[in-house]
Each structure stands twice: as C-alpha cells, then as structure tokens.
C-alpha cells in the first residue's frame, strides 16, 4: 500500500520551474533514494513532502494527509532530518531530545528520550552539552530528533553530507537499521553507493522524474549483462556450442575468455555452464560483469540531455 503519493506535484519559484509534474508512489516499508544534479529538486521535492512549502499545482499524499491542507497532522507523522540540523549547542543531549519530544503527544517523554539516545549510541554522553559533540555525533542525534514522535515516514536530506567516513558509515548502518525494521524513509543523496547500499528503489529526478525502480531493473535497461568465463584453453567446439543455446544474445571470444550476453543472467547461467562442460570446456572462472549505481545515473544524465537538446532543436 502507498504511503506516499504525488499526482502532478510541481513548484515554481517566479519563472524558475524547481520540480515538474512529478508523479509517483512509495509503498510502506520502502526505502527510496532520490538522485540528482545540484538543482534538480531533490530538497524542494522533500520539502513540499514534508508539507514545509505548498505545491504551485499538484497534490500530494503522505500517511493519508494532504500535504498542503493537514499540515499539522501531517508533521505528527513524519519526520526530518536536514542537511544542517538545527540543535541548541547549548544544551545537553537529554535536553534538547526532551525539548522537541514536547512538541508531540508523547506520553512518557523520558522513556522515549532514553530509548533513542541509546539506539544511537548517545546514552553515555546524555548529559553533555550537544556544542561539544562531533558533527556525526550532531547528525546521529539530530536523527534521534527525527525519530522521537515515531513517525510513519523519514525524510533524509543528505543525511551524510560532510561526514568523515567513519561517521558517515556510523550514520549509514544506522539508516540501514531502521529501513530493515520497516520504516518508510524517503532519501535524497549525493552519494551513489550510499543509494545503492540503503535503497529499495530510485527515483532520479532533474526538474522532472526520469526514473524510478530498482538499481538491477535500471541496470538492465541500460546494459546488457555479461557472463565472463576463463576456460583452460580456447575451444571452437565450445564456443560454437554456447552460440546456439537459445538465451545466449551475442558471444565476444578473448583468446581462451568468454564474454557471453544472456538473457536471464539468474535463470540461464546454470543451463549456460552446463552447456559448456558437456561441450568439453573446462571453466576455470566464471563470474559476471557489474554495473554501477553511478554508470546507470551517468546514462539516464545523458538520455536527458539528449532529449533536451532535441526538444530544442
């Protein structure tokens, strides 16, 4: 079931266009990664989700709420955690926790407090003043800050962003925990790998969606894929055996290296290494050539660009 559906959303900032009738769905549990350039609306699209700035036309549902009409409701049922979170440096962990904690219709404020201070890894450190801290423990507790109402849907806007790796990686495994336990979190990223390690699917936005499905679905728009074998010895028998077994596209011959286009890579491979053997081949490696997150983003970067250029031509 969608937790998150846009129909038409778009937003306009004077003649700037910063999204355009953009139109999807998110079902619950889901996570999703929005991709794009600098610019493309991945923080507009958030925030019109999040129910911070209206739509100029469109409409969007999240958790059962307009977006542009229950705004209160809505904010009750989400959470967000921005590029730069705003925490009082002032004040301890503890208290700023408690302090947004008041916002919601939280029943046992300490409780809660505790629980998220020590699923960051932040419960030693309560007391101490969040001006002290590091910026990944900041962003850890700023994603404590997102969560203390348990919300429906996480909104992440570049959730690492200016981390050092280790910190980075802390945060990472920390989103991983909590998609693994079902909640719906909507991501905008930058970062290709952190995309591909995190998302169920990805939505690759430049004004406009240009995509939205799974990173092997775009792999396989894109690219064919290649099943590389290393035999003992190059073999014609073998070779002329592999081009006639119906799933095999197009065989390209490297001396005693195979690289074989299959249809179905999952179901053809075993049919295709049986083929081989029978034929007297004798594998010595097989494996499979990968694509990229970054190669299939760079692709679609490129589909658009060309399709603008003739749009203007």
Request: with cysteine; net charge negative; hydrophobic share 40%.
């Amino acid at each position: 079931m969608a937790i998150i559906e846009t129909f038409g959303l778009s937003r306009h900032f004077g003649d700037v266009t910063a999204v355009d009738d953009l139109t999807m769905a998110v079902e619950s549990g889901e996570v999703v990664g929005l991709l794009g350039p600098n610019g493309a609306g991945k923080t507009t699209t958030i925030r019109m989700l999040a129910g911070i700035i209206g739509p100029t036309k469109g409409e969007a549902i999240v958790a059962g709420y307009r977006t542009d009409r229950n705004v209160e409701k809505l904010h009750e049922v989400v959470g967000m955690l921005t590029e730069t979170p705003g925490l009082y440096s002032r004040l301890s962990a503890r208290r700023n926790l408690e302090y947004f904690a008041s916002f919601y219709p939280i029943n046992n404020v300490t409780g809660r407090v505790e629980k998220y201070l020590k699923l960051m890894g932040l419960w030693e450190r309560r007391e101490d003043k969040v001006g002290t801290f590091s910026k990944g423990m900041k962003q850890r507790l700023a994603l404590a800050r997102a969560l203390i109402h348990e919300p429906k849907v996480l909104f992440l806007d570049e959730p690492t962003s200016g981390l050092d790796p280790e910190a980075a990686g802390e945060v990472r495994q920390l989103i991983r925990g909590l998609g693994e336990a079902g909640c719906t979190i909507f991501l905008s990223t930058h970062n290709l790998t952190e995309a591909e390690l995190l998302c169920h699917r990805i939505a690759v936005i430049h004004t406009r969606l240009l995509a939205l499905d799974t990173t092997e679905n775009l792999r396989r728009r894109f690219f064919q894929r290649a099943v590389m074998v290393e035999l003992e010895s190059a073999d014609p028998n073998v070779v002329a055996t592999v081009r006639k077994l119906p799933f095999v596209q197009e065989v390209k011959e490297e001396g005693s290296h195979l690289n074989i286009y299959i249809i179905d890579s999952e179901r053809n491979r075993p049919e295709l290494v049986r083929a081989i053997v029978e034929a007297g081949g004798k594998v010595i490696t097989i494996s499979e050539e990968q694509y990229t997150l970054e190669q299939v983003y760079l692709r679609l970067m490129e589909e658009e660009k060309a399709s603008d250029s003739q749009a203007h031509s």
